[in-house]
């Protein structure tokens, strides 16, 4: 059963008057230690009102993260990719070309210091966003992240398309979602996905829909100023 998590807020609007949110689109793939430390120069100069908030759009080379709740065993094959330990929340998870990923830095003093809106407000991001396709992507209790209910392959079997990891610094949120736009999705079965066995994954166009990344980024935006506010392009 859907729990919609009524009671938690799911729009995360600054306060009036706050300047629009960065969006900026990087062009390529991104190493992935490079991302790290731009993240973590960007989120100590929001925190010190050097900078605005931001949505920074990357694509990775194939690799694997590990979250701060990692079990080893759930690295099934350590040598098929580089594994990157990083300080988000959660267990391990594969980026690579074919994935959106979107690291989100916010100010969460304007939005309200509540972190588990914050994640809800990600969850339905994704979930407006996937809408734009007649996806309709659904979040559970107990598996943070967003799922797609699979009936071709068999009653309530569901599968993971987009999945959440975030850390927060000084009220600052870095780290954030990947949306599975056509990634290879052989390359999951190297770990054990968010440490959730029983399910698997699936992409905008494993479900058959003829999706490009360029797409799946206008959705996103649109989404994101529904439930986050107004953005602006990067100014490069």
Wanted: aromatic fraction near 8%.
């Amino acid at each position: 059963m859907v729990n919609e998590r009524s009671e938690i807020r799911t729009d995360m609007h600054a306060i009036p008057g706050s300047p629009p949110v960065e969006w900026c689109v990087e062009p390529g793939l991104t190493d992935y230690d490079a991302a790290v430390a731009f993240m973590e120069a960007r989120v100590a100069a929001i925190a010190e009102g050097r900078a605005p908030e931001l949505v920074w759009l990357v694509e990775h080379p194939p690799l694997y993260t590990a979250g701060t709740s990692a079990d080893a065993s759930d690295l099934v094959e350590p040598d098929r990719f580089p594994v990157y330990p990083t300080g988000r929340g959660g267990q391990y998870t594969y980026h690579g070309p074919g994935q959106r990923v979107a690291y989100v830095m916010l100010d969460l003093d304007r939005r309200g210091k509540d972190v588990r809106a914050f994640v809800a407000a990600l969850e339905r991001w994704i979930i407006g966003a996937l809408a734009a396709f007649n996806v309709r992507g659904e979040r559970r209790e107990d598996r943070v992240g967003v799922w797609v209910r699979r009936p071709d392959k068999g009653d309530g079997v569901e599968d993971k398309i987009a999945a959440i990891g975030i850390r927060v610094r000084r009220w600052i949120t870095f780290h954030g979602i990947s949306l599975n736009v056509e990634p290879d999705l052989d390359h999951f079965s190297g770990i054990v996905p968010c440490g959730i066995r029983g399910h698997g994954v699936t992409s905008l166009v494993d479900l058959g829909l003829p999706v490009t990344m360029e797409d799946a980024d206008l959705a996103l935006r649109e989404s994101f100023v529904e439930v986050f506010g107004p953005c602006s392009s990067s100014p490069g």
